[in-house]
């Protein structure tokens, strides 16, 4: 079983950056697909990105050109760069891990390791 640590998280203004990072212990990101989701008060858990262990990644509409998730074998750890950020990012954002074929790479309910979530705001 492998263990998730994000951090990085904070307050950024309308169009700032940040960088996530995502710790893994007790096993190697090697054996999983790596993902970040996110959850925003009364909203469900959404996709955001993911990271197959062949390297290939995946984001959602929403993100994609803006954020970029990558994996660093070595370090056992997953990042997510988010740039020109928007209120609507704001959110709990968690990092997770898990074995879904690549047609399900976005379902939550597939991923069986999960961090503790860091959270992110961005003001307008």
């Known amino acids: 079983q492998v263990h998730l640590a994000e951090s990085g998280g904070g307050v950024v203004q309308f169009g700032g950056s940040l960088r996530l990072s995502c710790a893994a212990s007790?096993?190697?990101?090697?054996?999983?697909?790596m993902a970040w989701f996110r959850q925003a008060p009364g909203k469900e858990r959404e996709f955001v990105a993911a990271?197959?262990?062949?390297?290939?990644?995946y984001y959602s509409d929403s993100v994609k050109g803006r954020f970029t998730i990558s994996r660093d074998n070595v370090k056992n750890t997953v990042y997510l760069e988010m740039g020109a950020l928007k209120p609507e990012d704001t959110a709990t954002y968690y990092c997770?891990?898990?074995?879904?074929?690549?047609?399900?790479?976005?379902?939550?309910?597939?991923?069986?390791?999960w961090g503790q979530g860091t959270q992110v705001t961005v003001s307008s």
């Open positions: 007790g096993s190697t990101i090697r054996n999983y697909e």
């Open positions: 990271s197959r262990r062949t390297s290939h990644t």
């Open positions: 997770s891990a898990g074995q879904p074929v690549l047609s399900s790479i976005r379902d939550p309910n597939l991923y069986f390791n």
